[in-house]
């Protein structure tokens, strides 16, 4: 098979952003690059968009920001009053359920037509002959159902398409758009 380079240094540099910023503060990323794009994101991200605010707008749009700050995330609030040990376990949780859900929706099957069942599917996705008329895909050679489209890259025709996710390098159909909404609310 083919190496999709692309997605696979895509995969890599989405997970080296979550993991510095839900982890970089641990002791083992300690004076490392982890911790570095850990105080980016954290701190230095919002203190550059401070001087930006600052240069662009003046003093008085700088300290609307501050203000804003101050109101939303400085005056105690009971929610955030988990003990750190917690919050540490949080941040694993967070990333173990987000890496799941998305290999889940990556390699589910998301519904594809055959000569096999598209007597199913058809029965499951009647025409409405007003947006979906019977009509064969020129591919696939079979009478497509309703809602169902031929995804290009994948070659093959998907139940319920919604779009070819390039990120999960699958297609998002019938049978997995749950893990994908999932991995989205997450
Ligand atoms: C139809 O067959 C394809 C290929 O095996 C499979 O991916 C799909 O889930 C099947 N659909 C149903 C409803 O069984």
Request: include cysteine.
């Amino acid at each position: 098979m083919e190496v999709p380079w692309l997605l696979v240094v895509h995969g890599l540099v989405t997970a080296l952003v979550v993991v510095s910023f839900l982890c970089g503060q641990w002791p083992i990323f300690e004076g490392t690059f982890i911790q570095r794009i850990h105080q980016f994101l954290t701190f230095g991200a919002y203190h550059y968009l401070l001087r930006l605010v600052q240069a662009v707008c003046g003093n008085g749009a700088r300290d609307l920001v501050l203000g804003v700050e101050q109101y939303c995330c400085d005056r105690p609030n009971p929610i955030l009053q988990v003990p750190v040990t917690l919050h540490r376990y949080l941040s694993v949780l967070a990333v173990v359920v987000g890496s799941v859900l998305f290999v889940l929706t990556s390699f589910s099957d998301p519904g594809t037509v055959t000569h096999e069942n598209v007597s199913q599917y058809v029965s499951s996705y009647p025409y409405d002959n007003i947006i979906y008329v019977e009509k064969e895909c020129s591919t696939c050679k079979i009478t497509r159902p309703a809602r169902a489209k031929h995804c290009r890259i994948c070659d093959r025709c998907v139940a319920r398409f919604d779009h070819h996710c390039g990120w999960m390098n699958n297609c998002i159909g019938e049978k997995n758009t749950r893990y994908f909404v999932a991995f989205l609310v997450w």
